[in-house]
């Protein structure tokens, strides 16, 4: 970080804060690239609150997973109505009020769950780490609100900044590529959560935005527990398990023991969280860790596919990992199995280890044919234990002719690698873990690029023009590596030929300056015109209803025939009457019944209006746009510019970003950098269009409210949607009493 940079970071903190860091510093805590990254953290946190002191409406693009995919979406979180929002084109799929949430559980890179009440969660993506940083704070806030419910806030419809009831350093025990390490954090403990932040992760985190982790403690199962050492206690969720420990910085900085800085954290987390009273101590041999393949998708595939894979990575891997597994089970008692994940930890396997299935017979040395792979046949196998006692025991089948050439022709599987080479071997090694190797290994066999081209695809905007398909760029951002890969790869010193097609591509990834970036801009810049061509129409309808609603005095002529029927019978009931009703209370008028069980106020209305101004039962011919029940409704497109905006104004910063310096910028730079600068042009025109229809629709819609009484807070699918069903229901009822 320049001195510049420098400056900036520690210009946002309070003199007590640079203190407190400072003395850190002093008493060797932590190291000074630490102390830089404490100090970036605590001026995040500063200026998201400043963020939201600032508005009240955030809008963020997530995807949602759903029926095996991704599905793109709009997250609004609406601190005026204390609602959180699922807002997909418009539509307002979901809508949950900020008293459900549970809790949001922060994966690796840019997954996120939030967690409900009484409902299912919600796993989601953020298209961006800032992004999913922003969306994670606010949720934190609502957590909190949740839990301390505080009146002012509520009040005030802003939340305040909740307490931190106790902070330190801790070491937690995470896996990396080749062993068990101890990474510091930064763990502040609130009521019911532990934030942990980050710090001293490397020089491949050097600039990252860094990225927090929340335990929920509020769930009521929840396990604190002093472990061997004096300067180590365990939180155990479920079935996930947190190790951590007094860092030695600490430890030779403090005067007081480790033992009583051990029982301090431990007493005050048990204190400020639901613990369990039956939770019992973790078994030992069991892991509480997440396997680095949560920030992968699992790829649906054809299952001959799948089967097809199966025989491609082998029996070997299979094995070995029984092997590990078996290994496990026979280390002394007192080792104790710790969190292996660099975020949160899988739930822990419970159930008993296999033993390692038997050694195969070597094949006979009649039935290979060269080097062709088959098609795998996935039968039941008889289990071990019985085959002594059946007919399988004393069966030899190379005892059996077969003609292997008729088979290899029959069942032997297309070659479909991107490029030509030795098809690696079942044995080969991966460098990537093999779950996630497996899965991307699935996708390069239909992606027919090779590794060396990667780059030059990034550089065509079009997929007519040769470039990636949205789907492919799709699946390259969620195999993005990790900068644990990224350093992995770095390190390799060998020939790439040697490494499989996954470790070939994953290096080449590395390889890409800005990657990330490169995807998003293709991804977005195809997605734009898109998006402002379905919403387009959408607008131009809300615009026309409002139109026609404020013009319409046959509609406020019937309005005044239910305002009068309605103060007679309050009247006679004893009831004041009423200068004006809700628009709401067009839905009630079919359910107020008179003697005859089939007469309804609806049809008192329609009476009247045929016996004294027929002409008005044809009000529904001025507004023609509420035929329909609308979808969308304002909020949502509202939403939705907004969110075009943000997206455009990224794909600016991006281009910034990876635009080469005219001296260096090769052809085919130049002219993707001249082809995304004309684009970006006609879009800014196009969305500030957009942007005034939108203006329009909500200064009319916002006259329509007033027009008819209406709170501002209102939206437009539930007015328009009475109205809608108003409609409809009148037409029915003129249709019973003027047959």
């Known amino acids: ?68 995919r991704w599905q793109k979406r709009i997250l609004q979180i609406d601190f005026n109505t ?44 953020a298209v961006s ?84 982790n929340t335990i929920d403690l509020s769930g009521g199962n929840v396990s604190v527990n002093k472990e ?32 009583e ?19 019992s101590q973790p078994q030992e ?48 008692a007192e080792e104790k199995a710790v969190p292996l994940s660099p975020a949160l930890p899988l739930p822990i396997n419970k159930a008993g280890v296999p033993p390692a299935p038997p050694v195969f017979p070597q094949p006979c040395s009649g039935r290979t044919e060269g080097t062709k792979r088959t098609k795998a046949f996935h039968w039941d196998v008889v289990p071990y234990d019985k085959i002594q006692k059946s007919v399988w025991g004393s069966c030899d089948p190379c005892r059996r002719k077969i003609d292997v050439s008729r088979l290899c022709d029959q069942f032997q599987i297309q070659d479909t690698t991107v490029f030509s080479g030795n098809e690696p071997s079942v044995n080969q090694h991966i460098m990537l873990d093999a779950k996630i190797a497996h899965n991307f290994n699935i996708f390069l066999k239909c992606f027919r690029v090779k590794p060396s081209e990667l780059k030059e695809k990034l550089y065509i905007i079009h997929e007519e023009s040769g470039g990636l398909t949205d789907e492919q760029i799709t699946a390259l951002r969620r195999y993005m590596p990790t900068p644990k890969d990224a350093e992995r790869y770095r390190s390799f010193g060998g020939s790439p030929s040697e490494l499989h097609v996954v470790d070939q591509f994953m290096l080449e990834m590395c390889k890409i300056p800005h990657l990330g970036q490169r995807l998003d801009l ?27 609603l404020q013009s319409s005095q046959k509609f406020v002529a019937v309005l005044e025939y239910i305002l009068a029927i309605g103060n007679h019978l309050n009247e006679k009931a004893g009831k004041e009457k009423a200068k004006g009703f809700r628009l709401s209370s067009l839905t009630k008028l079919p359910l107020l019944r008179g003697k005859e069980r089939a007469f309804t106020l609806l049809h008192a209305l329609v009476e009247q209006i045929f016996l004294h101004e027929p002409d008005l039962a044809k009000f529904s011919q001025e507004l023609t746009e509420f035929e329909a029940v609308p979808d969308a409704s304002m909020k949502g497109l509202c939403a939705e510019v907004d969110v075009l905006k943000r997206e455009l104004e990224n794909v600016i910063q991006c281009r910034r ?37 939108c203006e329009e629709m909500k200064k009319l819609y916002s006259n329509i409210l007033v027009k008819f009484g209406e709170p501002q807070d209102l939206d437009s699918q539930e007015l328009f949607g009475w109205i809608s069903s108003f409609i409809s229901e009148f037409r029915k009822t003129c249709a019973e009493v003027m047959p």
């Open 129 to 212: 780490l800032d992004d999913k940083r922003k969306i994670t704070y606010l949720l934190s806030r609502v957590i909190q609100s949740n839990s301390h419910k505080r009146t002012a806030e509520a009040s005030s419809g802003r939340l305040a900044e909740c307490d931190v009831i106790h902070e330190g350093l801790l070491d937690l025990q995470q896996k990396t590529s080749t062993s068990l390490e101890w990474v510091k954090y930064l763990v502040q403990l609130r009521e019911g959560e532990l934030t942990l932040y980050p710090i001293d992760l490397g020089r491949e985190k050097k600039n990252a935005n860094p990225v927090t």
């Open 657 to 693: 970003l990876i635009k080469p310096k005219p001296a260096k910028a090769t052809p085919q730079e130049s002219q993707f950098c001249k082809e995304l600068k004309d684009l970006i042009q006609k879009y800014e025109e196009d969305l500030s269009q957009l942007s005034k229809r």
């Open 522 to 548: 293709l991804l977005t810049i195809r997605e734009l015109p898109m998006s402002m061509r379905d919403l387009e129409p959408l607008i131009n309808q809300k615009i026309q209803a409002s139109k026609q």
């Open 285 to 332: 041999g069991s892991q509480g860790c997440i396997s680095p393949e949560a920030d992968y998708e699992e790829f649906t595939v054809p299952l001959d596919e799948q089967k097809e894979e199966t025989l491609y990575f082998g029996v070997n891997s299979a094995t070995t990992s029984l092997n590990k597994s078996s290994s496990l089970q026979t280390k002394p």
């Open 1 to 68: 970080m320049d001195n510049t940079g420098t400056q900036e970071t520690f210009s946002q903190l309070s003199q007590e804060k640079i203190l407190k860091i400072m003395n850190m510093v002093k008493n060797k805590e932590v190291s000074i690239e630490g102390a830089l990254q404490l100090a970036q953290k605590e001026g995040y946190a500063a200026k998201d609150a400043q963020d939201l002191l600032m508005g009240s409406q955030f809008n963020f693009i997530i995807y949602k997973y759903k029926h095996y």
């Open 228 to 259: 061997n050492g004096y300067s180590t206690f365990s939180v155990q969720i479920k079935d996930c398990n947190y190790l951590f420990r007094i860092p030695f910085t600490v430890q030779n900085s403090r005067t007081v023991d480790a033992s």
């Open 82 to 125: 204390k609602t959180i929002f699922n807002i997909e084109k418009g539509i307002i799929k979901k809508q949950f009020p900020f008293s459900q949430v549970k809790a949001c559980e922060d994966t690796e890179r840019r997954r996120f769950s939030i967690v409900f009440h009484g409902r299912q969660d919600y796993e989601l993506e």
């Open 261 to 279: 800085l051990q029982k301090e954290w431990v007493s005050l987390i048990e204190r400020h969280c639901s613990v369990s009273k039956d939770a």
